[in-house]
């Protein structure tokens, strides 16, 4: 089930920034979002960061992190044709890495260039990673959009591995080709902002103000909403 903003469909730049989206989104899962109890927000950093701790304390749930990345294409290291989960666990569009033909030997360099940067991020972020209880949980996964859905369909497999109640996924944008893929996978999907691939979809053209976020970023949001010292 993907439940939208009908006003909000094929929209641009319809958030100030990640905070006002985050808002927004809070206040559409209160009125949308049946459950209520053991909910848990479990952020995508570093875009989902600011969206998930405006989340996490308008419902009063805990914030946790699930660190999965893109695996880059070599050549254009923006786009992506998978995705690896903080376990290791690779997920790939096999028909996209033909087409791009990525030989075995280049995707082994990726992937273990990207485990690397999970782990490094395991690091910075260690006062948050792995301190919430996602077992008999009802997870809410939260990322500031979803363009290919690699990093959220490894995200999904992560927490699936960890025996939760339910599984949402909660993103002010969205491609609806990727949200359809993901739709199978989850209890619900809540998106404010659904757009049509015409002639290509971008997150950055749901927000008015936009930038790449960096490690700083996060811990910053992190100390604003109180989750670290």
Not at 158 to 185: Q, S
Request: with cysteine; proline share 5%.
């Amino acid at each position: 089930m993907i439940i939208e903003n009908h006003s909000l469909r094929n929209k641009f730049f319809v958030f100030r920034n990640r905070e006002h989206a985050g808002e927004e989104l809070a206040r559409f899962l209160e009125e949308k979002l049946e459950v209520k109890e053991d909910l848990v927000v479990l952020a995508v950093p570093r875009g989902g960061i600011p969206v998930g701790c405006v989340i996490a304390k308008r419902l009063k749930a805990p914030l946790g992190l699930v660190i999965v990345r893109k695996i880059p294409i070599p050549w254009d290291t923006e786009a992506g044709f998978g995705a690896l989960s903080p376990d290791g666990d690779v997920f790939i569009d096999e028909r996209l890495k033909f087409a791009l033909n990525i030989d075995d030997e280049t995707m082994k360099v990726l992937v273990k260039e990207v485990l690397q940067e999970i782990k490094r991020r395991e690091k910075v972020f260690s006062q948050v990673v792995g301190k919430v209880k996602i077992e008999e949980k009802n997870i809410i996964l939260v990322d500031d959009g979803i363009a290919a859905g690699f990093t959220m369909f490894a995200a999904v497999n992560y927490v699936k591995k960890r025996n939760p109640k339910r599984i949402y996924i909660a993103v002010p944008t969205g491609c609806i080709d990727a949200l359809k893929r993901l739709e199978p996978l989850v209890d619900a999907i809540f998106c404010l902002n659904i757009r049509s691939p015409i002639p290509y979809f971008a997150v950055a053209d749901a927000y008015k103000e936009w930038r790449d976020l960096t490690d700083e970023d996060v811990l910053f949001y992190l100390r604003k909403y109180g989750y670290i010292t």
